[in-house]
């Protein structure tokens, strides 16, 4: 193997903040761990938890929506920004997860919503109730219909979750009134952030959290907010859930830049908390403003969740996501899943294949420079659940879809602790999603006595990731490999080689300091990644 040029990072983790560095965990609530016996996973159930996740080694939690909400959309559609909802236990149970978190030394980022609120909202119920052209409705988009009678929405954007981006209101005296704009569910009225009540209670939401000791956001939608004046019509009406384009005129519009300055002169009051942003942009220019100095801590870099398990592929995402942060000095973030996205198991092929490239690539990015967020149940190596019964889907693309996109609830199955049957001590009662009775193998009990399991793997692997010098250092330098092979190496020293390929294939020098599967006579399997020192 030769040489390649150096591909830059802009971080070393031995002289950079915390965040810089910092391996997140992030807990979907609701399928985590239930403390209450509803069913429905708790900010107890994740106190209780709390050992396994310092055992796991991981740094700070990010913790989706559990602010007050109808639960139209899991927790998205938030009615009251500034208190827990009752079904994740409440405010007190925040506080008492923030402090136990904090005893055992883990940051706690929460979930923040600033695109929209839930339609039950006081503001735009409010909004609902006063008419056309008041103070109330000027929070959000409030527009008159086209057509003689205004029966046609404003323009032809359509909601990320299917069907038109608009829902009409009947006003006060009973008639068809305006409409209102929501880019996902209409139970999600879109904020008019050029309103500047909207920005000061976005703001007194911050504070709320940061006084009571949050370290950090995750921004949700954050290349949202702006608008483009007048709302023109798309010129090509096309949407689907995950799927983005930089052109689309419902996103990315340069006024959100001035937005997260706002935020981000909020969080220098507290310098040790942080904003994660949720961004989807593919331009690598565009995306880098997102992370400015002035702007977002960190932002979502979707490369590597977005790509196949081929090593040309791989090298592409890794060099587009630094490409990305290098000229802005910002750091890279990696992850292979979250709540939105299909299990990495399932999407490199299912079965044992689908598990064994799984484990390589956690090697291949807790190997690179940057943030690694880790999805809650990827340790666990759990594959989607695609055969779930109609009746029990939940997500809100699948009713908005008339019932042809399945949705998201294939990756929210809840989390197996122990035993060897449903529901695995994730709840003494009916879990809100069914879990698959052959996952009795890959409970957090099994896996803990399994030297070889994947929570094993993951175990030594962020402790290595945590404690080993050859870790250090603010880019990568790749190597020629063999043909579906890739292979880096760190500053410090830490070599890490992907083979993707078919064959096994021979190893660089060096010490083998972990590998995701037993290598074949000093060989590196297919479907395989080691660390070399």
């Given at each position: 193997?030769?040489d390649?040029?150096?591909?830059?990072?802009?971080?070393?983790p031995?002289?950079?903040?915390?965040?810089?560095?910092?391996?997140?965990?992030?807990?979907y609530?609701r399928?985590?761990?239930?403390?209450?016996?509803?069913?429905?996973?708790?900010l107890?159930?994740?106190r209780?938890?709390?050992?396994?996740?310092e055992?796991?080694?991981?740094?700070?939690?990010?913790?989706c929506?559990?602010?007050?909400?109808?639960?139209?959309?899991?927790?998205?559609?938030?009615?009251?920004?500034?208190d827990?909802?009752p079904?994740?236990?409440?405010?007190?149970?925040m506080?008492?997860?923030?402090?136990?978190?904090?005893f055992?030394?883990?940051?706690?980022?929460?979930?923040?919503?600033?695109?929209?609120?839930?339609?039950?909202?006081?503001?735009?119920?409010?909004a609902?109730?006063?008419?056309?052209?008041?103070?109330?409705?000027?929070?959000?988009?409030?527009?008159d219909?086209?057509?003689?009678?205004?029966?046609?929405?404003?323009?032809?954007?359509?909601?990320?979750f299917?069907?038109?981006?608009?829902?009409?209101?009947?006003?006060p005296d009973?008639?068809?009134?305006?409409?209102?704009?929501h880019?996902f569910?209409?139970?999600?009225?879109?904020?008019?952030?050029?309103?500047?009540?909207?920005?000061?209670?976005?703001?007194?939401t911050?504070?709320?959290?940061?006084?009571?000791?949050?370290?950090g956001?995750?921004?949700?939608?954050?290349?949202?907010?702006a608008?483009?004046?007048?709302?023109?019509?798309?010129?090509?009406?096309?949407?689907?859930?995950?799927?983005?384009?930089?052109?689309?005129?419902?996103?990315?519009?340069?006024?959100?830049?001035e937005?997260?300055?706002?935020?981000?002169?909020?969080?220098?009051?507290?310098?040790?908390?942080?904003t994660?942003?949720?961004?989807w942009?593919?331009?690598n220019?565009?995306?880098?403003?997102?992370?400015?100095p002035?702007?977002?801590?960190?932002?979502?870099n979707?490369?590597?969740?977005?790509?196949?398990?081929?090593?040309?592929?791989i090298?592409?995402?890794?060099?587009?996501?630094l490409?990305?942060?290098?000229?802005?000095?910002a750091?890279?973030?990696?992850?292979?899943?979250?709540?939105?996205?299909?299990?990495?198991?399932?999407?490199?092929?299912?079965?044992?294949?689908?598990?064994a490239?799984?484990?390589?690539?956690?090697?291949l990015?807790?190997?690179?420079?940057?943030?690694?967020?880790?999805?809650n149940g990827?340790?666990?190596?759990?594959?989607?659940?695609?055969d779930?019964?109609?009746e029990?889907?939940?997500?809100p693309?699948?009713?908005?879809?008339?019932h042809?996109?399945?949705?998201?609830?294939?990756?929210?199955v809840?989390?197996?602790?122990?035993?060897?049957?449903?529901?695995?001590?994730?709840?003494?009662?009916?879990?809100?999603?069914?879990?698959?009775a052959d996952?009795?193998?890959?409970?957090?009990?099994?896996?803990?006595?399994?030297?070889?399991s994947t929570l094993?793997?993951?175990?030594?692997?962020?402790?290595?990731?945590?404690?080993?010098?050859?870790f250090?250092?603010?880019f990568?330098?790749?190597?020629g490999?063999?043909?579906g092979?890739?292979?880096f190496?760190?500053?410090?020293?830490?070599?890490?080689v992907?083979?993707?390929?078919?064959?096994?294939?021979?190893?660089?020098?060096?010490?083998?300091?972990?590998?995701?599967?037993?290598?074949?006579?000093?060989?590196?399997?297919?479907?395989t990644?080691?660390?070399?020192?």
């Amino acid at each position: 193997m030769t040489d390649a040029p150096a591909v830059r990072a802009p971080v070393d983790p031995t002289t950079q903040p915390w965040w810089r560095s910092a391996v997140f965990y992030q807990v979907y609530p609701r399928s985590f761990a239930d403390s209450g016996g509803d069913g429905v996973g708790d900010l107890g159930g994740v106190r209780d938890k709390l050992g396994y996740l310092e055992l796991l080694g991981v740094d700070a939690l990010w913790i989706c929506p559990v602010m007050r909400s109808p639960m139209a959309d899991g927790g998205y559609d938030v009615a009251d920004p500034r208190d827990i909802d009752p079904l994740f236990g409440g405010l007190v149970a925040m506080d008492e997860l923030i402090a136990e978190a904090h005893f055992r030394h883990l940051k706690i980022t929460m979930d923040l919503v600033p695109n929209h609120t839930s339609s039950e909202h006081p503001w735009f119920l409010a909004a609902r109730d006063a008419g056309p052209g008041s103070p109330e409705r000027a929070r959000y988009y409030f527009r008159d219909g086209r057509g003689p009678d205004g029966a046609e929405p404003p323009n032809n954007w359509p909601s990320i979750f299917g069907g038109p981006a608009w829902t009409r209101v009947t006003e006060p005296d009973g008639t068809p009134g305006q409409w209102y704009l929501h880019i996902f569910a209409p139970e999600q009225p879109d904020l008019n952030w050029e309103n500047p009540e909207v920005a000061a209670d976005f703001e007194k939401t911050l504070r709320f959290w940061l006084d009571r000791g949050v370290d950090g956001f995750r921004i949700d939608v954050a290349h949202g907010m702006a608008k483009p004046e007048g709302l023109p019509d798309m010129a090509e009406v096309k949407s689907a859930l995950l799927v983005n384009d930089d052109d689309d005129l419902r996103f990315n519009q340069p006024g959100v830049h001035e937005i997260h300055r706002r935020i981000r002169k909020v969080l220098d009051d507290y310098p040790e908390a942080i904003t994660v942003g949720e961004v989807w942009v593919n331009d690598n220019v565009r995306f880098s403003e997102y992370v400015r100095p002035d702007e977002l801590h960190l932002a979502f870099n979707f490369r590597l969740a977005e790509t196949e398990f081929d090593a040309d592929a791989i090298r592409d995402a890794i060099d587009n996501s630094l490409a990305a942060v290098g000229p802005v000095s910002a750091t890279p973030t990696w992850t292979l899943s979250n709540h939105d996205i299909k299990r990495e198991v399932t999407r490199y092929g299912n079965g044992p294949a689908g598990v064994a490239r799984a484990r390589a690539m956690l090697l291949l990015e807790l190997g690179l420079p940057g943030s690694v967020f880790i999805y809650n149940g990827a340790e666990l190596g759990l594959p989607n659940v695609d055969d779930l019964p109609d009746e029990v889907l939940q997500d809100p693309a699948w009713e908005r879809s008339g019932h042809t996109e399945r949705g998201r609830d294939g990756c929210r199955v809840p989390i197996p602790w122990e035993g060897t049957k449903p529901p695995f001590g994730f709840t003494t009662g009916q879990p809100w999603l069914p879990m698959p009775a052959d996952w009795a193998g890959l409970t957090v009990e099994t896996q803990l006595e399994e030297l070889g399991s994947t929570l094993s793997l993951y175990r030594m692997a962020i402790e290595l990731r945590r404690i080993r010098p050859e870790f250090a250092g603010d880019f990568i330098e790749w190597y020629g490999s063999p043909p579906g092979c890739l292979a880096f190496r760190r500053k410090g020293g830490l070599v890490c080689v992907l083979n993707a390929s078919a064959t096994p294939t021979q190893l660089p020098p060096g010490d083998v300091l972990l590998a995701s599967a037993p290598l074949e006579g000093g060989q590196l399997p297919p479907n395989t990644a080691a660390w070399l020192v």
